[in-house]
Nanobody, 125 residues
Framework: HVQLVESGGGSVQAGGSLRLSCAVSGFNYRNYCMAWFRQAPGKEREGVVSRVSDGSTSYADSVKGRFTISKDNAKNTLYLQMNNLKPEDTAMYYC????????????????????WGQGTQVTVS
């Protein structure tokens, strides 16, 4: 049974930083794709950044140069470092994981993932 637990959200002023964490349990696969999504009020969930098992990453244009995804294998934890935050980054942030070799065009698609965390709120003012 896969469990994902996000933490690290909060309220910050524009230009500030936050680091989100996603503790993953019950998931131990050679090939996988992990990602961060976000959903602002009244908007659809969008893919922010993904990382696959070979270390390749994909970032949404809106966060390139500001957000960084990383993974601590020893802790089985996925991170999202968010710098230079903007009010438009305000959203509920979710981590997601999926097994197997996923085509790059699917890395940031919501429909790719079956396993989701409960989300952590980020508010930028």
């Amino acid at each position: 049974h896969v469990q994902l637990v996000e933490s690290g959200g909060g309220s910050v002023q524009a230009g500030g930083s936050l680091r989100l964490s996603c503790a993953v349990s019950g998931f131990n696969y050679r090939n996988y794709c992990m990602a961060w999504f976000r959903q602002a009020p009244g908007k659809e969930r969008e893919g922010v950044v993904s990382r696959v098992s070979d270390g390749s990453t994909s970032y949404a244009d809106s966060v390139k140069g500001r957000f960084t995804i990383s993974k601590d294998n020893a802790k089985n934890t996925l991170y999202l470092q968010m710098n230079n935050l903007k009010p438009e980054d305000t959203a509920m942030y979710y981590c997601a994981v999926e097994t197997g070799r996923i085509r790059p065009d699917g890395w940031l698609l919501e429909s790719t993932y079956r396993n989701w965390g409960q989300g952590t709120q980020v508010t930028v003012s």
